[in-house]
């Protein structure tokens, strides 16, 4: 009977690898971490019941935890590139000499709210691999 609870509870930990934030790095660090000799592709469900997961919950979370991180990151980043990808600025007549930017003030205030948001950023322990883009 308890073998059997403890399947449910690696059954728990399984299900919470399926997460779209776990990327391939993060699955070839949680199995170099596992010591398992295997690759992501090449995995059975086998090898995760003889891993001792439960055993390894902690070092399973952090894994978690950096894929969840980078994941938040990475979802803004694509959020702020998309964000000027699609914006347009309109142009308006002034005094019929030339154009100006229309609403030059809330492009500047977005501008702020990205840049201080990107500086928050900065303190997160997952910036380092974004850095690159960020800067």
């Known amino acids: 009977m308890e073998q059997l609870k403890n399947y449910k509870k690696v059954n728990g930990v399984m299900h919470d690898l399926k997460q779209d934030c776990m990327k391939p790095k993060h699955w070839n660090d949680l199995l170099a971490k596992l010591r398992l000799k295997v690759k992501k592709d090449d ?32 979802n803004f980043l ?44 900065k303190m997160s322990p997952y910036y380092r691999i974004f850095e690159k883009d960020i800067e």
């Open 43 to 74: 995995l059975y469900l086998e090898d995760l019941w003889c891993a001792d997961l439960l055993g390894r919950s902690k070092l399973i979370n952090d894994v978690m935890s950096t894929a969840r991180g980078e994941a938040i990151i990475e």
């Open 78 to 121: 694509t959020t702020i590139k998309d964000s000027w990808t699609e914006a347009e600025l309109e142009m308006v007549w002034y005094q019929k000499k030339c154009k100006l930017i229309k609403g030059w003030d809330d492009l500047f205030a977005q501008i702020d709210d990205h840049l201080g948001q990107i500086t928050s950023m």
